[in-house]
Nanobody
Framework: QVQLVESGGGLVQAGGSLRLSCAAS????????MGWYRQAPGKQREMVAT???????NYADSVKGRFTISRDNAKNTVYLQMDSLEPEDTAVYYC?????????????????WGQGTQVTVSS
């Protein structure tokens, strides 16, 4: 089984910073892309930032220049540094990992999600 454990959420004032972490554990051969997504009340889940195993990052337009995604492949961990936070960033943030795993006698590509961590930005 694979688990993604997130940490780092909380309450912060507008203009402040938070750093999210997500560590993957379990029987994993390789993790390709890792990423952060968020879901605000009444809205659909949206991509915030993703990073490939080679370090290529992609960001939503709304967070470019304010958020930075990074990863430590040796630790199967992805980070999201969030600066200049705005009330519009308030949401539950989810980590996602695109893994390659052995399942029985086969090798499969499987996606896993974390449990989510709340980020609240007050004005």
């Amino acid at each position: 089984q694979v688990q993604l454990v997130e940490s780092g959420g909380g309450l912060v004032q507008a203009g402040g910073s938070l750093r999210l972490s997500c560590a993957a554990s379990g029987s994993i051969i390789r993790i390709n892309t890792m990423g952060w997504y968020r879901q605000a009340p009444g809205k659909q889940r949206e991509m915030v930032a993703t990073v490939t195993s080679g370090g290529a990052a992609n960001y939503a337009d709304s967070v470019k220049g304010r958020f930075t995604i990074s990863r430590d492949n040796a630790k199967n961990t992805v980070y999201l540094q969030m600066d200049s936070l705005e009330p519009e960033d308030t949401a539950v943030y989810y980590c996602k990992a695109e893994t390659i795993r052995v399942v029985g006698v086969t090798i499969q590509a499987l996606d896993y999600w974390g449990q989510g961590t709340q980020v609240t930005v007050s004005s």
